[in-house]
DNA sequence: TTGTAAGCGTTATCAT
DNA sequence: ATGATAACGCTTACAA
């Protein structure tokens, strides 16, 4: 505990109104106390306590972000950005990691609710209308980012339907005669919000039915390098890409392909999405979709601090731009 | 803005002790005022203010943990782990990101002091008396990660130096008659910790000189690609590995070389330092020495609340093993 | 130039 | 079973 306003007081024999006065540089304060009171302040390390002065003034100018998995990568590019930009405002920026929980969301959220957060951030794993709810019922500007709660929350987003698309057509474009689409489990929909993925799987299924001559299937379990292996040894013949709703799964596949020793594109084709940012140490290039988080996460923050200068939270649904990265593994 | 104590007995028409004993389940409360209570509370989302809570009994169960960069990659790692181990023991942990600046660090630093988090982790940027001095000035249980500030703030780290020591003689086991450190720009040193980097290229100015045969040298500068070539071109028949304190100087080496056609081990030697959790996506896989980062967090975390608990600041230097990873690039 | 007093939302102590 | 009061550290009128 550093000393407080009052003790500085009490030592100079002054109010403590001088004393702010003093350190804040406001008002008008004798040549002598202003000496005594700055030095007294210096020496006992004088530091405000930042809780008392939100509390009374009702701001805290912090912001909080929700996280799911530092490992995971995906969401972690963001940071620095938001970070970046809030600090240009003058905002504190709170990370907190709820490590893949459900429960451990919601508590965090809640956390940094009764820590007095002026705006939060969350890429959710929850879903739901009880969640919305929960949601709603802070009473605090939230912005999602990447994952879809509910219309009734402010989110920014690409269209990850429409980026589904653009892949397979670009897929289709090089003359592959069967697309798999590798994505999460789905029984998980249920209680987890898979939002992204759940578009991009809408998306597959919409643009593959354009394409007649293309053969389609959905691997949606863990065992999916299992599952590649078999429909690689069944069409050997047939020109066969696979689709992966996250880079993660497709760097699996690579790494499985090369110990089987089968090369890429040479014996079958590879595609990921969100161009997560280890893509760049790693041979072949991968063939991705750029969900552009640098420019989710800036119009996220940029969204969230209006909300909180205007006071005004009615609810966007913000769309950006992807873009589809024709690399080396197609 | 949730509805508060005062609202609450307000609106109930009795006084806010009443309120928190009905809201905390302690003392005793009639039926009605209780269920009345509550019903308000919830209809209109009370919400403690913890700004307030803490601001009373002097308590913030937060503690602060101070990043680099997200995208660095090496303490990243840890962030999941102090997290988990804060939770367990019921605090909050604060991530924020200081985005390499030296500055910054220390503008977060006292932003966490001033918010009253009850403990601070780094893996501190800055060095030097001053920084020392700013730290223990705060008065608030301090733990460094992995870089050193000085011997009167608690540290827990690995003995870098054997490390480097350890990896030199596995190099020079394999044959070697070559090896080149590749560190950071040595001018750096006087403004920012390198502590580790500086044990790690004093370690191998010491192995080095064990074995007579084998010739060393040190590149501290951001060119070092190119005087790889060169040294490479020069030597063309001495066998020579590159020794990089720090994994992402290998894998920019190893992406190079892969460019330029060149293999490894064939052509040359690579060896990394940190382990960092990458590497299990690239291939060959890379000779590296194990930080033992997992160790380190848990074992900071766990000090710094021992630090918390006991009162008890007293500074301490504590060592995790490190174990050198002998894998496909030597 | 300096001081007094009330308040932010919570809690703890001591009454009734 | 309920309430009054002071306190945490800081801020902001409003005096003097």
Redesign the interface.
Known sequence: ??ITVNQIAEKCGVSRTTVLRALNNQGSVGKNTREKILSVAKEF?Y??????R??NH?R?M?LGVVTI???NMYF??S??II??EA?KRGY??????C?ESLE?ERKLI??L????MEGILISPINKGKEFEEFLL???IPIVCIGNHVSDSITTVQVNEMKAAIDAVDLIASKGYRKIVFICPPLAVQKQQNIYAHEQRLLGFGAAVQKYSHITSQIIGDQEYLRKIETILHENPEKKTAFLCSGDSYA?NI??WG?QEGLSIPGDFGLMGFDNI??LD???PKLTTVSTNLEGVATTAVTELLQQIDTKDYSPKSIYLNHAVLDRNTL
Chains 1, 2 share one sequence.
Not at 92 to 97: D, E, G, P, R, W
Not at 113 to 116: D, L, P, T
């Open positions: 505990m550093s390390n530091r405000p306590n930042l809780l008392a939100s509390l009702g805290t912090s998995n530092v490992e972690v590019q940071l620095n970070n970046r600090e504190f920026t709170n990370i907190v990691v490590d451990g809640q956390g609710a009764e820590r007095q019922s802070l009473h760097l690579m790494r090369e940012n280890i140490y790693i041979s």
